[in-house]
C-alpha cells in the first residue's frame, strides 16, 4: 500500500476545514480550507514543507482580507435587514389574538401576537403589523 502524500494531506485537511465551516457559518474556516487546496498544489508540484507552510499562510491572509469580505456581503445580500419588514403588512389570525398573546401567520412563518387596542381577533381575521417587541408582533384591525 502506499504512503499518504503531503498533498493529500492538506486536501484532507481543506476538506475537514470546509466541513468546519458548514457547522460555524463565519466564513472564516473556508478562507482556511481554500488555502490548504493551494498548498497541496505546491506539495504536488514538490515545493518543501517550509514553502508549504509559508504558501498557506500567505493565501490564508489573502483569503481572509480579500474573499471574506466578499462571501460575507453575498451571505447577507439576501436577508431582510430588520424584522422591520413585517411593519404594515397584513397577517392572519391563526390563534385567537386579545392583548395577553395569541399567534399569527406572514411569509409562510408563524409569530407570536398581541393586540395593540385592547380588541381580540379570532382565527382566520387579517389583522395588520403595527409594531414589534423582539418576538412579539402588536396588531390592530385591517
Known amino acids: 500500500m502506499d504512503t499518504i502524500s503531503l498533498w493529500q494531506i ?3 485537511a481543506g476538506v475537514i476545514l470546509c466541513i468546519i465551516e458548514i457547522f460555524t457559518p463565519a466564513m472564516f474556516f473556508l478562507n482556511l ?3 490548504c487546496f493551494v498548498a497541496a498544489i505546491s506539495a504536488a508540484l514538490h515545493f518543501s514543507l517550509t514553502i ?4 498557506f499562510a500567505v493565501f490564508s491572509v489573502i483569503f ?3 474573499l471574506r469580505p466578499f462571501l460575507l456581503k453575498q451571505k447577507n445580500s439576501g ?3 430588520t424584522i422591520e419588514m413585517y411593519i404594515g403588512k397584513p397577517a392572519k389570525v391563526i390563534e385567537k389574538i ?3 398573546g ?3 401567520a406572514i411569509f409562510g412563518e408563524e ?3 398581541k393586540s395593540l387596542n385592547e380588541e381580540v381577533f379570532e382565527p382566520g381575521e387579517e389583522v395588520k403589523i403595527v409594531k414589534n417587541d423582539s418576538i412579539v408582533m402588536y396588531v390592530e384591525r385591517l
Request: net charge negative; charged share 10%.
Open 10 to 12: 492538506w486536501c484532507i
Open 33 to 35: 480550507g481554500f488555502a
Open 52 to 55: 508549504q507552510v509559508v504558501v
Open 64 to 66: 481572509l482580507l480579500w
Open 79 to 81: 436577508e431582510p435587514e
Open 98 to 100: 386579545t392583548p395577553q
Open 102 to 104: 395569541g399567534r399569527i
Open 111 to 113: 409569530w407570536q401576537a
